[in-house]
């Protein structure tokens, strides 16, 4: 039996075979696509809101002060210094709690400074 007999006395296995490979293709590229725009998607959103999660950072790692254009945040990290850095502070420094805490008081008359228990 030659090809084209097959062919010939088959038509419906053929139609079958033919469709079942064009739709399982078409699944692969549909499935690639999808994948691809996901991740597209994805790196999109990451990308945009990048900038807005290090903002929330800055702000939850800093107490955030009123002063001028209200843009600026004041470090909290800043606040403790090792024990090797007490030495270097500039003398307007005055220490509380037996050196374990040390203070700056402006001066300014505005300020008044006061140790309280």
């Not at 999808?34 to 903002?55: M, P």
Request: glycine share 6%; charged share 20%; proline share 4%.
């Amino acid at each position: 039996m030659s090809l084209r007999d097959f062919l010939d006395k088959h038509p419906l296995a053929i139609l079958t075979t033919v469709a079942t490979a064009a739709v399982s293709t078409g699944a692969g590229v549909a499935g690639y696509l999808t994948t691809q725009r996901c991740e597209i998607d994805t790196a999109t959103l990451e990308l945009k809101h990048s900038s807005e999660v290090e903002l929330l950072s800055a702000q939850i790692r800093s107490i955030e002060r009123r002063v001028g254009d209200g843009s600026a945040y004041f470090d909290v990290t800043s606040l403790v210094i090792p024990s090797q850095k007490v030495s270097s502070l500039p003398k307007q420094y005055q220490s509380l709690e037996d050196g374990r805490i040390f203070v700056s008081v402006p001066d300014d008359p505005k300020w008044t400074f006061s140790e309280t228990n």
